[in-house]
Each structure stands twice: as C-alpha cells, then as structure tokens.
C-alpha cells in the first residue's frame, strides 16, 4: 500500500500518455525530418546516394540499421520508439524534479503530475511523431540521477571508492550513448555539474563533500562525459571533421523562426506560438511562482540549476523549437512544480486560498477545452486544425479571430502542427490523427496520378522523401543519387524511379518558399523542355501563388498539389514578368 501511494503519480502519467496516445498516435510522417531519416535506411545507408537526415543523430541511425528495409516497418516503429521515450523522458524529469524537492509530499506529486502534463501539453506532441532527442535527453537524465544516487550514497566514505567509480563509469556511458543519438543534449553536462557542485544531491542528507571535493569531481566528470561523448560519436560513424561542420549551423539554428527581414516582434510573436503547447499561460504562471519562491527561499542551489540551464540554450531561444530547447526543461518543470507547491501551502485565508487554486484550475483545463480560430489573409491554416484549398476565394483582407469550444488553428512549427490551444480535441477526438491521415493520403495520390497519367511529379516544398519513401514502399527503386541534378536545369534535382513491371516516374525537386518564389518559377519554366505537364506538390503558399499566375495552368488534384500545364504556365509567367517590368519602368 505505501509503494502504491507512494508512486502513485508514475502510474497516473503512464495511464494519461496511454490514453492520449491511443487516441492521436498515427504512423505517418509528420515534419518532414522523420521521412529523410527513413530515405536513409531505405537506401542502405549510402550517405553519397541518399544522406541522412542530419549526422547529430548518429546513433538513432545506427540502431535502426538492424531493422530490415521496409518502409511501413521503419514509419511505424519511429513513431512507436518515440512513443516510449516521450513517456520515459517524462517520469525521468519528474523524478528528477522530486529529488531536488525533497520535501513534496505524495499526494503533491500525483496532482503536481496532472498539472505538468495538462499545463505542457507539448509532452503528448513530442511523443506523436519521431524523435530521436527524446532518447537521447532519456539518457542523459538517467545518467544525471545515476550521479546523483552515486555521490549520495558513497559521500560518508573515503574518496573515491570503488562503489562510486562504478556509479559514475555507467554514468558516462549513458551520458556519452545520449549525446550520440542527439548532440545537442551535451549543453545539459554543464547542468549536471552545477547541480552536484552546488550540493543539491545531499540536500536533507546532512552531509556534503568538500568544496575541493566537488571541484575535482565535477572537473574530472567533465572531461571524461566529453571524452566519452566523442567516443559514442566515433562510435556512431562521424568524426571531429563532421562534428565541426555541424557547430557551424548554430547561427542558422538560432534564426530558424524568422530572417534578418523580420522585425524583432514578428520573431518574439513566431517563437512564443512555436513554444505554445510548451509553455501555456498556466505554466508560465506556475514558473514565475515558483521562481520567486526560490529566490525568497534564497535556494542557491536550485538558483543555480535554473541559470545554467537558461544560459545554456539562450543562444536557440529565438528558434522556439522544443528538441533544441530540451536540455532547460527539467528546470523549467522543477518551477513548474515549485510553483504549485508555493500555491498548495498558501497560508492566506481560506477563501483567497480557494480562489487562487479556482484559477489556477481554471487557467489549466480552460486551453484544452477552448481553441482560438483564425482566419489570417494569406494563410491556409485555419481557421481550426484544418487545411484550406490552395484555390480557394479570395481571402478577407482582415483578420479574423473566435474563441471556439474546438482545436485551435493550425499552426505549423518545425516539430509538426500545433494547435492555438483546444488541446482536448486534437488529441483525444481525433483531429490530429485525420490532419496527417489526409497529408499522407494526400501524397499517396501523387504517386496514383503520375502512375495513371504518366506524367513526373515535381516536389516543391521539403522534403521529396515523401513521394520518394511512397515509391519505395511500392517497389520502385532507382539508381539515381538524390542530389542529381535534371536534364532540364541544373537546380533541380531528377530520379527516375521504376519496377519490375515496367513502370516509371521520374520525381522533381527545388524547395520553392514565397520569398524566393519569382525566381523559382523561373527554373519551373525550363521544365517545358522536357515535359508538357507535371504534378507539382509544394508549401499552401507557393501552390497559391502558381495558381494566381497562371489560373488556366492547372487542375486541382489535392489541397496541395496540382497538375500544371507547362507550357500554358509558362506562357503566363513570361506575360506576367512583361507586365511587371512595365508596371516599374513606370
């Protein structure tokens, strides 16, 4: 009866997670990333005829090359790897976030679970699609308690003991087996090493290494957690060379929301949806609490834990990218927790009390039950989680905003879509398990269309992996490399897939974003050439934009796809280019 108490709040997690992930989990590609990673394994791992996704998830590669080739295995057991570490990475966190809190009771901890969960809700996304940093981040925590329950244990004795080296040797494999599946994670080693030299492993323990004790220790764990990360990284295939070229992609990842043309509010606008699920209006209540409760209970030691893990992704901040930012959400969910603490023990009268903890309720549950629709010039997301028509009317030419006992709108973040609160209904009926199931249905059309016609399907939104794995699945295979470039112009890429029918298509790549769009369409022209039509699929608004070029040009096949007259489109653009040089000549 104690343990069942006394855990209670590990079985309440894993039962919400249950229940969330059987109601939304679909093994579709979600972002875009996930199909790359599984080009890769499809192909062999030839990184020269097909690249991985990115090198930072090494490992996570090299695991799933054990897995036989076959696109439905791999789609599905990404997405089922995931689930079990979005679950796994949150009890790590929470249990994490009780030892720093000894004191919290257990009837704390069951509801300070619920509220977590309902005021992040980005836990449930991250586990809905594949995402190798949940696993790397599950291991670098495991280490972190390891350290933890090590140093604890063994302070009273001689320094070191064989006990301790043991702790502390499995540490750094898990530390360094975490960092291979996903680099970024190494920032949380300096969190590690301020929480033990800060003392927060003896708190309530009445003992405490030395201040030169901890220095020592501390240095040498360091060092060694780099060394063995290398190790790890080696281990997965990559060298120094590769880890080099990698950190030279920080500066890209910390613009990643927005462009030296973007004002500072549309990136602080863009980065705040982006973290939305993440950081709800409760849980950024709950953490101010709990961090003025800190500072008042001056906890230098929890102070410090939540400043390095602040300072160390404040350079990613404006990205607002959850997997970039995950190495600061244990501290993040230890104010959280600190906060509903804070408000549990509110030693005020009892009807302020019971107002205060109203609200808090209220601010909770009221994002998940209410979305906020809008209906945005210029946008096919929306006005709930839905996807508009690329040729659909004309737009208001104002905004249009309504709360609605429904999903949010659709907002596209680099992690999948979100929606603009109304949790609730994305996750438990069933709307984002049909948003993705009409995506993939959407592209399994493409390949139906250019099989009937026999005409090449041109892929202009990343990545092409989506048609390509899609062709795979059905048995069409292909010696071209994927940065070959096409007959018809060098910037863009052509593959000629075919199988043992004696079937071809011929798949067509250059990611075409709006602010690049006029120079673009120009390489589309050239297809003419070669081709009297293609499929074209891209990005809401590049697809919008062609089919206000050229109205006559195409025929609607899905909300994202069309087949395009060239010759007709090109006529048109070439019109619509004339019309503009005289507009300006003017």
């Known amino acids: 009866m104690h343990y069942a108490r006394h855990y209670s709040w590990l079985i309440v997690a894993l039962f919400l997670f249950a229940i969330i992930f059987l109601l939304a989990d679909t093994p579709e590609y979600i972002e875009g990333d996930d199909a790359v990673s599984i080009s890769y394994h499809l192909f062999g791992h030839d990184a020269d005829f097909q690249p991985p996704y990115t090198p930072r998830q090494g490992m996570m590669d090299v695991v799933f090359g054990f897995l036989p080739a076959e696109e439905a295995l791999l789609r599905s057991m990404a997405v089922f790897v995931s689930n079990i570490a979005a679950v796994t990475l949150f009890i790590l966190i929470l249990a994490l976030v009780f030892e720093w809190l ?71 494999i898990l530390f360094g087996l975490g960092v291979s599946f996903r680099w970024n994670v190494i920032v949380y080693g300096v969190v590690i090493v301020a929480d033990v030299f800060s003392g927060n492993p003896f708190r309530g323990r009445g003992i405490l290494f030395t201040l030169r004790q901890r220095i020592v220790f501390v240095t040498v764990w360091g060092g060694l957690a780099l060394a063995a990360s290398l190790a790890m990284i080696y281990a997965s295939g990559y060298t120094l060379h ?88 244990p501290a993040l969910i230890l ?47 929306g006005p709930g989680f839905e996807l508009r028509s690329y040729d659909r009317p004309e737009d208001s030419a104002s905004t249009q905003i309504a709360l609605a006992f429904d999903s949010g709108a659709a907002y596209p973040t680099p992690e999948g879509l979100r929606p603009i609160f109304g949790h609730a209904y ?58 070959q470039t096409s007959r018809a112009t060098p910037f863009i890429r052509e593959r000629l ?68 007259d060239l010759q007709q489109f090109t006529a048109d653009f070439v019109v619509m280019l004339e019309t503009s040089e005289r507009a300006s000549s003017n």
Do not use: C
């Not at 509220?115 to 940093?133: D, K």
């Not at 249905?441 to 990343?462: G, H, K, M, S, Y």
């Not at 011929?506 to 602010?515: A, F, G, R």
């Not at 022209?525 to 891209?538: E, K, Q, R």
């Open 497 to 564: 897939f075919s199988n043992a029918a004696g079937q071809t298509v011929t798949v067509l790549y250059i990611e075409i974003q709006d602010s690049e769009v006029m120079i673009d369409f120009t390489e589309v022209t050239a297809l003419s050439a070669m081709w009297d039509t293609v499929l074209i699929n891209g990005y809401p608004r590049t697809i919008r934009h062609l089919a206000q070029i050229a109205p006559t040009a195409h025929e609607k096949v899905g909300p994202l796809s069309a087949i395009l």
């Open 335 to 381: 104010l959280v927790v600190e906060g509903w603490v804070a408000i549990w023990n509110l030693s005020s009268r009892q009807q302020l009390q019971s107002f205060v903890k109203a609200t808090l309720v209220a601010t909770l549950i009221v994002p998940w039950f209410v979305g906020i629709h809008i209906l945005r010039p210029g946008t096919a997301w």
């Open 102 to 172: 000894p004191d919290i009771t257990s009837q704390q901890k069951l509801i300070a679970t619920v509220i977590v969960l309902f005021a992040s809700p980005e836990f449930f996304y991250l586990g809905l699609l594949y995402n190798p940093t949940l696993i790397a981040m599950s291991l670098i925590l495991a280490a972190h308690l390891l350290i933890r329950h090590t140093v604890s244990r063994y302070a009273r004795a001689a320094f070191p003991t064989t006990g301790m080296l043991a702790g502390l040797a499995v540490s750094l």
């Open 426 to 483: 994305t996750l438990l009926a069933g709307d984002w398990r049909a948003m993705y199931h009409q995506l993939a249905a959407e592209n399994r059309q493409l390949v139906d269309v250019a099989l009937e016609q026999n005409i090449p399907i041109l892929v202009t939104q990343f990545p092409p992996s989506y048609v390509v794995n899609e062709l795979v699945a059905r048995g069409f295979s292909t010696q071209a490399k994927s940065k």
């Open 242 to 329: 590769t880890i080099i070229d990698e950190l030279k992609l920080i500066g890209v990842v910390a613009r990643q929301t927005g462009s030296a043309q973007q004002t500072i509010p549309t990136i602080n606008i863009r980065t705040g949806l982006t973290l939305m699920s993440l950081i709800t209006p409760a849980a950024f209540v709950l953490s101010v609490v709990g961090f003025v409760r800190l500072v008042r209970q001056r906890d230098a030691a929890l102070l410090l834990v939540v400043l390095v893990s602040g300072l160390g992704v404040l350079p990613i901040v404006p990205s607002g990218v959850p997997k970039f930012l995950i190495t600061s959400i």
